[in-house]
């Protein structure tokens, strides 16, 4: 079981989906190695994926030869980088700045760039797979399928972007590097009943039969049957050597009050500023708030709520009720809370004194 657990919690080296997919939900796939199959276009010395809702320009590593195959590479937004960020001195963003944006450095969400990228000419996929599906899915739309992966659950180890609000049963379907939601059946059948917010169940092959559909960026199978498959000699995907190196782990950049500081407002928030765009959800039941002076008073902690709030990377965090008057207070963020790609931000703690 536990072997079963470890290897459904491996990530995939890359993963497979379509240019829509990439501008819509950019900052899940920032920083991650991704492949799609989409037409290019060539402007003097840039190339970018043609027709998308906001520009996606590609750095070759090897120029693509060939007209019809998969471009591989590491997705980045620029505006969540710093003009200047050393880990990419080798590209020239400037050229690409001064076409798309007058010159200005970009704010996030605005101009994306796949870098280290190769072409591997591939013809289009006609048998149904995962992957096939998650690279072309226009081929694929309203077909009945019959596909087999590991079973995820819903979408445990964040193999998607977004979930699909389908049914209660919604569970994430894997294999290769290719993932796609199954909805509408729970994953029970002949010897299995496998619950989808169970990690200890995740890693089990099941075969699913279903229509495909999709909304924008959304993709699904509408499941009609369900039974348990066995896991199949897979063929390695070519893996691109890494070209950029590992974000470094968030820090602690800003905060208000600040340390040791005094006279701070009883009813004012406390807010606190990262380096990297953080997973909010886990800061949940990770924030710890109390009174800590050499005579606390004999109440309970101040009951607060919080706010991640993605566009300054910062959490906000605000009491029911006025905060006891000349009281040091001390902030804890304790461990468990990590940036968007899991890199572990170190136990903090701020302390200020509230005034009257």
Do not use: C
């Not at 590992?246 to 950049?253: A, G, K, L, N, T």
């Not at 909010?280 to 039941?285: H, K, L």
């Not at 009720?321 to 931000?345: H, M, Y």
């Amino acid at each position: 079981m536990v072997a079963a657990v470890s290897a459904a919690a491996q990530p995939p080296d890359r993963v497979a989906t379509t240019a829509h997919a990439l501008v819509a939900n950019a900052l899940f796939f920032n920083g991650k190695r991704i492949v799609v199959r989409h037409p290019i276009k060539t402007t003097g010395r840039l190339t970018e994926l043609d027709a998308t809702a906001k520009p996606v320009y590609i750095f070759w590593k090897e120029p693509p030869v060939g007209s019809a195959g998969e471009i591989r590479g590491e997705f980045w937004d620029l505006g969540r980088m710093q003009d200047g960020d050393e880990r990419f001195a080798s590209y020239d963003f400037r050229s690409i700045v001064e076409v798309a944006n007058n010159g200005r450095w970009p704010g996030r969400d605005q101009i994306f760039v796949i870098l280290g990228a190769t072409f591997v000419e591939e013809p289009a996929p006609v048998e149904p797979t995962i992957r096939a599906i998650a690279l072309a899915p226009e081929r694929f739309d309203n077909r009945t399928v019959t596909l087999s992966g590991r079973f995820k659950g819903r979408n445990l180890y964040g193999d998607l972007p977004q979930g699909v609000a389908k049914s209660k049963w919604d569970f994430v379907l894997q294999s290769a590097d290719g993932a796609i939601w199954i909805t509408g059946l729970r994953p029970k059948g002949d010897g299995f009943d496998l619950d989808p917010e169970a990690r200890v169940d995740t890693g089990r092959w099941l075969e699913v039969t279903g229509v495909v559909h999709r909304d924008g960026g959304r993709l699904w199978i509408a499941a009609q049957s369900i039974r348990r498959a066995e896991a199949p000699t897979e063929a390695p995907v070519q893996a691109a050597t890494p070209v950029i190196a590992p974000d470094p782990p968030p820090i602690v950049i800003f905060s208000a009050p600040i340390a040791d500081d005094t006279d701070v407002p009883s009813a004012g928030p406390v807010r606190i500023q990262f380096s990297r765009d953080m997973n909010g959800a886990s800061f949940q039941n990770r924030i710890r708030v109390r009174y800590s002076g050499q005579k606390p008073p004999a109440v309970e902690p101040p009951a607060f709520t919080l706010t991640y709030n993605d566009g300054n990377r910062s959490v906000d965090i605000r009491f029911k009720a006025p905060l006891e008057r000349f009281q040091l207070l001390t902030v804890e963020l304790q461990e468990g809370i990590t940036a968007i790609d899991g890199q572990p931000l170190r136990p903090w703690t701020l302390s200020f004194t509230t005034g009257g």
